[in-house]
Nanobody
């Protein structure tokens, strides 16, 4: 089992930046393909970004490409999401998620999920 805990959310103004962190632990955790997802009130959860085990490949939703950067530090069991040029449409609960298979993370159906951290962007 893998446990994931997100942090770093908050209330910011449009154009500001935030960095979200995902701390991973658990008996079976040795580094997994990991992604970030978000869910706004009344909307479906959507894919934001993903990164492979080694960090060699990254994937982004078109809505965040060029503004968000996903990265990881496997020595610290951490995955990050740097969010720049934030927009009100970025307001959502952001979730860290992981799976043994990269395809399930990129496809939006990973096994392991964190509790989420709230990001609110005011106009």
């Amino acid at each position: 089992q893998v446990q994931l805990v997100e942090s770093g959310g908050g209330l910011v103004q449009a154009g500001d930046s935030l960095r979200l962190s995902c701390a991973a632990s658990g008996r079976t955790y040795g580094g997994y393909p990991t992604g970030w997802f978000r869910q706004a009130p009344g909307k479906e959860r959507e894919f934001v970004a993903a990164i492979t085990l080694s960090g060699g490949n990254t994937y982004y939703a078109d809505s965040v490409k060029g503004r968000f950067t996903i990265s990881r530090d496997n020595a610290k069991n951490m995955v990050y999401l740097q969010m720049n040029s934030l927009k009100p449409d970025d307001t959502a609960v952001y979730f860290c998620a992981a799976d043994e298979l990269s395809s399930t993370v990129v496809g939006g159906h990973p096994k392991y999920w964190g509790q989420g951290t709230q990001v609110t962007v005011s106009s």
